[in-house]
């Protein structure tokens, strides 16, 4: 089971290749794609021989390995490999780095040692390339081996090494070693019987393949991720749910025509899966998984089948039978040396004939296999310690190839630094005559701009200002007579009340006369409290039936206050009472003047509504941009009133 894990992922790993332009080796790459007939794969690699173009020919010789792993053609996929590593026999490149992991996957076929060298020599060359994409498949590589043999521990770590790399490395795309990985760790943990974290990494596993658009071509791997967590469900001897799971795999009719093998897997477990549910024999699934796997010649899975059918035909008191299943797995797994599944066929042997030479022979094969993993693992360490030496060399020689560069580097700095002084020097006498010259064109251009510019703000500014005292000086008076008179025309008006007319005519005519001289002088507000009390009392005059309340800090000296401040306050004041008079039904209104650290102005009414044609125009537009000349803050509140605040 172990042993087909390992296949399928290596077969997910490197299962793709990109594609040149080499016409008639593709057309039978694809004759042989439609047909899956070996004889195409023949003529292909007998094309290769004759080709001179090495590098063409050492990718399609990949491509061409690939193709006879895929059928199970092992002796075709050696002599295959063999002629890559002619191509690139001491050539420490990813190229041989992946060659390497193919025959990883050949020694690991027959059981073989050497798979795990020949993976720490891909991890060894990817490493010194940076390769960390062809890194993170031989991480996957060797934790899928280690897994396969049984020390979950070292699959563990380095599938979290693999993972490690990928973190570290955000900005390479890793396609679907991610996926990889976290399914790995998750039949690890089950294997450790940590069922929470194994189905944790699982749902990872599942979560990160449905924001993978890439999808292997020979395998799904969202049924390797449901068949493994319906393994978790066996485990934990949910047999009905695990039951329902691979089933429901079962329905998807393009398992059995893209992977027969992984088809065989889920049946048996399914067939196994639902005698332990149910207690029936059915043992039509697993005969035909032991068909397929007997077909493509895959040991481990046979023997497998067989314990499993030996199995439930001893539930059914088939015994004949079952001992013939079970001495077939037990004589297959001794054959191949493969020695947990021996354990596990002759503990059935022992069960059905108990008698002296089985025990003797179960006992024995189960000291050899705690012995054979004891070996492995040291084997293993020993050899994953040479590899992390090997890597901390690599590591050092990279840091002192670095600081060699550096220092190189550094040396020709400073010669070249050195060489641009001595010019520079040479060279200074000429430059500086022109930049004198140059600089000297640059001030006048300057101070040309400059004076063009001032002149410029200079008239825009006396064109703000003059507008500003329109509106906030004649506007605001013309708009007051105009009311009153309107209001003369409904009304009887007394000799007093046309007086004061005249009187603000009088007003209006001053007020011309100092724009008329602010053109060239700017308005002195020498007694400004008295003029703010004259602003309201004139106000009051003209709005009978409205209460103004007024409010001074006396602590203000307004002696030390700018007359710029003083000015700007009282047009605020003044266009503030004209928007009451003309826009608001307000009868109560406040003006507070009060310091604290800064000086506060308050200018509210009890207002509820507004005219109909009241726009907040130019006059709150004024009030705003005389605020911000005095670098104030303004705040205007329309909630129980209207309220305009002002801090300076």
Not at 583 to 593: C, E, L, Q, V
């Amino acid at each position: 089971m172990k042993r087909i894990v390992l296949l399928l992922s290596l077969v997910l790993i490197f299962g793709c290749d990109t594609t040149q332009s080499f016409d008639e080796v593709v057309n039978h790459f694809k004759n042989y794609d439609k047909s899956h007939d070996v004889r195409q794969l023949l003529v292909i690699e007998q094309k290769l021989r004759f080709t001179n173009n090495d590098s063409v020919k050492c990718h399609f010789y990949f491509k061409l390995a690939n193709r006879y792993w895929n059928s199970y053609n092992l002796s075709q996929y050696k002599r295959v490999c063999d002629s890559l590593n002619h191509f690139l026999e001491n050539k420490q490149t990813s190229q041989q780095g992946k060659l390497q992991l193919y025959y990883a996957e050949y020694f690991d076929a027959f059981g073989g040692q050497k798979s795990f060298r020949n993976i720490n020599r891909a991890i060894k060359i990817f490493s010194k390339n940076d390769d960390y994409r062809n890194l993170v498949k031989a991480l996957n590589v060797k934790a899928n081996f280690l897994y396969s043999k049984g020390d979950y521990l070292g699959a563990e770590i380095t599938g979290l090494n693999a993972l490690k790399v990928v973190e570290d490395n955000k900005e390479y795309d890793f396609g679907d070693q991610q996926t990889i990985i976290y399914n790995l760790l998750g039949m690890v943990s089950r294997e450790m019987k940590n069922y929470k974290e194994s189905k944790l990494y699982h749902l990872k596993a599942y979560t990160r393949y449905l924001k993978e658009s890439k999808v292997s071509k020979l395998i799904v791997p969202k049924e390797i991720i449901r068949y493994n967590i319906a393994l978790i469900e066996f485990d934990k001897q949910n047999f009905k749910r695990a039951t329902r799971d691979l089933f429901a795999i079962l329905n998807n009719q393009n398992i059995s025509k893209e992977h027969e093998v992984f088809y065989a897997n889920v049946l048996d477990a399914a067939g196994y899966s639902k005698f332990k549910a149910t207690g029936l024999l059915d043992d039509k699934l697993m005969l035909e998984a032991l068909k397929i796997n007997e077909k493509h010649n895959i040991r481990d899975r046979v023997i497998l089948n067989k314990i499993h059918l030996s199995e439930i035909y001893y539930k059914e008191n088939k015994v004949d039978k079952a001992l013939k299943f079970a001495k077939e797995a037990s004589q297959m797994a001794q054959t191949n040396n493969l020695m947990e599944e021996l354990v596990m066929a002759n503990k059935r042997i022992v069960m059905m004939e108990m008698s002296r030479e089985n025990f003797i022979r179960y006992t024995d094969a189960t000291e050899k296999i705690h012995t054979q993993l004891l070996k492995n693992r040291e084997k293993y360490y020993r050899m994953d310690y040479e590899l992390d030496n090997v890597l901390l060399d690599l590591k050092s020689t990279k840091k002192e190839k670095v600081r060699w560069i550096l220092l190189l580097l550094l040396g020709i700095s400073i010669l070249f630094l050195l060489l641009i002084i001595i010019n520079q020097k040479f060279q200074n006498s000429k430059i500086k005559t022109k930049q004198r010259e140059l600089s000297a064109n640059q001030n006048f251009y300057k101070l040309f701009l400059k004076q063009k510019q001032s002149y410029e703000l200079s008239i825009q500014s006396s064109r703000m200002k003059i507008a500003r005292e329109l509106h906030d000086g004649i506007m605001n008076k013309l708009s007051s007579i105009r009311l009153n008179i309107h209001g003369i025309l409904n009304s009887t008006y007394s000799k007093e009340d046309f007086e004061s007319y005249l009187s603000d005519l009088k007003q209006l005519e001053f007020s011309i006369r100092n724009i008329s001289h602010n053109i060239s002088h700017e308005i002195e507000i020498e007694n400004f409290v008295p003029m703010i009390r004259n602003l309201i009392k004139d106000f009051k005059n003209h709005n009978k039936g409205r209460t103004v309340t007024f409010h001074l800090d006396s602590e203000i000296d307004w002696i030390k206050i700018d007359l710029d401040i003083k000015k700007n306050l009282y047009r605020i004041f003044q266009e503030s009472l004209n928007n009451i008079q003309k826009h608001s039904n307000a009868d109560k209104i406040f003006i507070g003047i009060e310091k604290k650290k800064i000086i506060i102005i308050d200018i509210l009414d009890n207002g509820s509504s507004f005219k109909k044609n009241f726009n907040l125009g130019n006059g709150i537009k004024n009030i705003k941009s005389r605020v911000s000349e005095m670098n104030g803050r303004l705040t205007i509140s329309k909630k129980e009133g209207f309220k305009i605040h002002i801090e300076i």
